[in-house]
């Protein structure tokens, strides 16, 4: 009865009227190309200040919810990551919309985001103290050996595994642009004071995936235009739902368990889940020509961090990912501060955020399966305009996040370098994945050997530590056992009567 008692401030009008603008702000935000979940929480924090805590802070993880979600519109229709999260959405999302599924491909999408969100949220209600606990075992060799097992993607992602090993060590020279993460020194900045924190990562993303694909419709500009396909369904077929359906519930539940671990974020959920949905695949072929798992894969994850990163934010008083880091500030503002005294000290204040979580998602299914077909029709846009409108969002999109005009120098120089890649068979997403992952990995490596005092057996003796480094060494093997196994098949002679 008591907890009925807190979810009651849920149910007034205006409470969930806040709720709905914050989420369809949210989703609005994160379909910009540049505009993020993390810019959109911080610009309205000041305006929750009056609010009650319950509506301010439920605003706050709509707009986080609405915004990680609505990075895959423009990741499905224009190859553009509206936010770093969608960025692997854009391997099968973007060749479904040019073969004229952009209505189905945005419906998956929605509803593997949704289904991925309820079920971090019902994790978040019920196990938040025990599972942030396991979160708090993490130190620099599990943060470092869990990094390591996330390059192995890069093996599976790449159809030749050398061009993609040469991707993936490329992204891990470029992310050591900038200080060293221990003595803070600068390195490889060449004088250039802007390349002193290194390569924003937001303009880099925009310059590798949108603007390179710019560069690739230009030369393709002299050439007649494809007919325009309207969008006649945005329902995906239970064929496809069942296609998805292992993809799908992977993908939830490694995103809610790489949301609980502090400082991973959506962004490399979404490439494990990516991953993991094409590793176990009858058919991996499929990924990256339009294929419904990678959708299914990737949304679902991204969206369960979103409520599985305020499991340690609200029991441990550690944020999760960038925008719960902000979100921190919210609570801050309320006078709360997050971590286990908040459990006995403002237990409505919890329930109150456990309801809000599960109401934005519900929100955003609504908002998102309405919009797909204002959203689609981005599509009847003439080729040549919409080539226009991506170079301008670019540019102001790179711009807008630190008013920094060494950043526009950023996203061009990705957009050479990612279309030059695509034009060679390299592989983009290995480099993504490498820029993400490279300073967790460099970072804590050097972190946890200084702990260890060099000692490399003391530093890989953890539990996790070795559970990581198993995985990543069957992660890397099984592609060659199952290699050698298929051969081996193919060789045995066939039995006839």
Known sequence: METLSYLAPLAQ????WTIALGTLGGLIIGALPGLTATMGVALLIPMTFGMAPVMGLNMLIGIYIGGIYGGCVSSILLRTPGTPASAATVLDGYPMAQKGHAGKALGMATIASTIGGLIAAVVLAT????????????????????????????????????KGAISGLLGILISCVGADPISGISRFTFGIQGFASGFAFTPALIGLFALSEVFTQIERLASKEPPVTLVKNRWPSWADMKESRSALIRGSFIGTLIGIIPGTGSGTAS?????????????????????MPGIAATESANNAVCAAALIPLLALGVPGDVVTAVLM???????????????QTNPDVVVGIFGGTFIATIFMFIFGMALI????????????????????????GSFSINLNPVDLYTMVGFGVLGWGMQKFGFSQAALCIALILGPMLEANLRRGLLQAGDNLTEFLSGPITLLFLALTVLSLGWPMVAKALARKSNARPEITE
């Open 13 to 16: 009008l205006d409470v969930l």
């Open 127 to 162: 196990l938040a103290p025990q599972l942030a606990g396991i979160a708090l075992e993490f130190g620099a060799p599990e943060y470092f050996a869990l990094a390591l097992f996330g390059l192995t993607i890069i093996a599976s992602l790449s159809g030749d595994i050398l």
């Open 271 to 291: 490439w494990i889940a990516y991953n993991e949905a094409r590793r176990s695949s009858k058919t991996p072929e499929k990924f990256g020509t339009g294929h």
């Open 329 to 343: 500030g919210g609570l801050m503002i309320q006078g709360l501060a997050p971590g286990p005294m908040l459990f």
């Open 373 to 396: 077909p204002v959203f689609s029709k981005i599509l009847m846009v003439p080729r040549r305009m919409l080539t226009i409108s991506i170079v301008l969002f670019c540019f102001i």
